[in-house]
């Protein structure tokens, strides 16, 4: 008997899991998700309380895990959809205007974005951290800042997205990848075809909707 413990990312919840769980409950004896920001899923892994897990920390630290990938997707600007025009092209100039809701520098997408605003040389003031996705989200639909988020993250939170207007990432586009990582030589087969599930998963149910919000997005997701 099978008895499975996945560790997903916050970003993957809703219709995610239900669709998951749907196409593994007749394999799977006992079947376990669990929801958490990515240094959560890391250390289940590492600590074996997760036998895989689907994640955008890289794991590039970690040895003795094989790893999958799932789908790779560009930053994007969440802006209010209300109130003054902000000028989309020009980082600092928009911090000028509203504050950047940034996310907790320790989590993985804070950094990332910390990272790459350094490499910019885009240096704006900072005044409000969240470690909730959806918190920064509320931050933003209620006119008090604009935000750095993820396609994936941002659909997650339907009624909050009407309240905000999406736009590209100014040049140079940076990538947020997600991967599927399980221990090598445990369960193999068992974590490719989840692999397979997780891929199908995002290209039916998320991308349509994603698209359709904003067409733009075609081009800057990639499920693999």
Same mark, same amino acid.
């Given at each position: 008997?099978l008895?499975?413990?996945?560790?997903?990312?916050?970003?993957l @919840?809703?219709?995610?899991?239900?669709?998951?769980?749907?196409?593994?409950?007749s394999?799977?004896?006992?079947?376990?998700?669990?929801?958490?920001?990515?240094?959560?899923?890391?250390? +289940?892994?590492?600590?074996r309380?997760?036998?895989?897990?689907?994640?955008?920390?890289?794991m590039?630290?970690?040895?003795?895990?094989?790893?999958?990938?799932?789908?790779?997707? +560009?930053?994007?600007?969440?802006?209010?959809?209300?109130?003054?025009?902000?000028?989309?092209?020009?980082?600092?100039?928009?911090g000028?205007r509203?504050?950047?809701?940034?996310?907790?520098?320790?989590?993985?997408?804070?950094?990332?974005?910390?990272?790459?605003?350094?490499?910019? +040389?885009?240096?704006?003031?900072?005044?409000?951290?969240?470690d909730?996705?959806?918190?920064?989200?509320?931050?933003?639909?209620?006119?008090?800042?604009?935000?750095?988020?993820n396609?994936?993250?941002?659909?997650?939170?339907?009624?909050?997205?009407?309240?905000?207007r999406? @736009?590209?990432?100014?040049?140079?586009?940076?990538?947020?990848?997600?991967?599927?990582?399980?221990?090598a030589?445990e369960?193999?087969? /068992?974590?490719?075809?989840?692999?397979?599930?997780?891929?199908?998963?995002?290209r /039916?149910?998320?991308?349509?909707?994603?698209?359709?919000?904003?067409?733009?997005?075609?081009?800057?997701?990639?499920?693999?």
């Amino acid at each position: 008997e099978l008895r499975l413990r996945i560790g997903l990312v916050d970003s993957l @919840a809703d219709p995610f899991v239900p669709e998951l769980v749907d196409q593994l409950h007749s394999s799977i004896h006992s079947l376990s998700i669990t929801n958490g920001i990515a240094r959560i899923v890391r250390t +289940g892994l590492i600590e074996r309380t997760l036998d895989l897990i689907i994640t955008n920390d890289p794991m590039d630290d970690v040895d003795g895990i094989v790893r999958h990938p799932v789908l790779t997707e +560009g930053y994007m600007l969440v802006v209010p959809r209300t109130g003054a025009t902000l000028p989309l092209t020009d980082l600092k100039a928009m911090g000028r205007r509203l504050p950047l809701i940034r996310w907790n520098p320790q989590s993985r997408n804070g950094f990332d974005i910390e990272r790459q605003l350094r490499r910019m +040389g885009v240096d704006i003031e900072r005044r409000f951290e969240f470690d909730s996705p959806s918190a920064i989200l509320s931050m933003v639909s209620s006119g008090l800042g604009w935000a750095i988020m993820n396609p994936l993250t941002v659909f997650e939170m339907q009624p909050l997205l009407r309240k905000v207007r999406v @736009a590209p990432f100014p040049a140079p586009v940076f990538l947020r990848h997600l991967n599927l990582f399980a221990r090598a030589g445990e369960i193999d087969g /068992t974590a490719e075809r989840i692999a397979v599930m997780a891929r199908q998963i995002l290209r /039916t149910h998320y991308l349509p909707e994603l698209i359709k919000f904003a067409a733009w997005l075609k081009s800057g997701i990639v499920v693999h």
